[in-house]
């Protein structure tokens, strides 16, 4: 897609089901937050219309590589595999933290105290939390699902003990799950980058979303 082409359409694939970045609402057919408001402005900077397309974290490559939309948004992690089959755009630094029931933090303040055979560790299917959660638990109990929301119900309840996410999902769910906190997010266990994700012959488009002021952070 070129810059003010004639009715271009850009369209965007996101998961939805990441809340600080991205939000499906089903009542009303639209997405928000920080990714999805971010990707609208630049849309206007390019001076063409927006479509969102939802797809799911196990799929989102395949169907990015499918042509099912240009890029996609809304906390995907910087990875080898993605990198190969995909363009990506300027990084996000984040990092890799626990989540645990409030009250429990200091029980599980190191890998090492996590990764105990009294330990249940849950994530969701198909993102980098998992592969992060796949490489480090040996000891613990680790449980996989399906759905993107369901791990802080295991916390909630008392199903699972703690959930290995990125500081910036952790710390907003701190914030509004109160019986929930992030496990020391200023002491990381790996740094992990966020990126938009770009389809191989959207190379024109990728460096002039890397070259746009906002998303390069300096915003006039």
Known sequence: MKRGEA?????VG???D?????RYDPATGTVSRQDIALIQEFAQHERCGLAFVLTAWPSLL?????????MAVGGISRTGHREKLALISRPLAITEVALARRGEGRRYASLDAIETPGTTVVEDHGGTNEQFARSRIRQARLVI????QAPFAHLRDGRADVMFTDSV???YRQQIMPDLCAVRPDQPYTRV????????DQRALRDRF????VARGDRP
């Open 7 to 11: 009715q271009a359409v850009l369209r």
């Open 14 to 16: 996101t998961t939805g």
């Open 18 to 22: 990441y809340p600080r970045v991205t």
């Open 62 to 70: 395949a169907d990015l590589c499918a042509g099912k939309f240009a």
């Open 145 to 148: 699902l399906p759905d993107n």
């Open 169 to 171: 999902e952790a710390l």
């Open 193 to 200: 980058e966020k990126v938009f994700l770009f389809r191989n």
């Open 210 to 213: 890397d070259r746009w002021p």
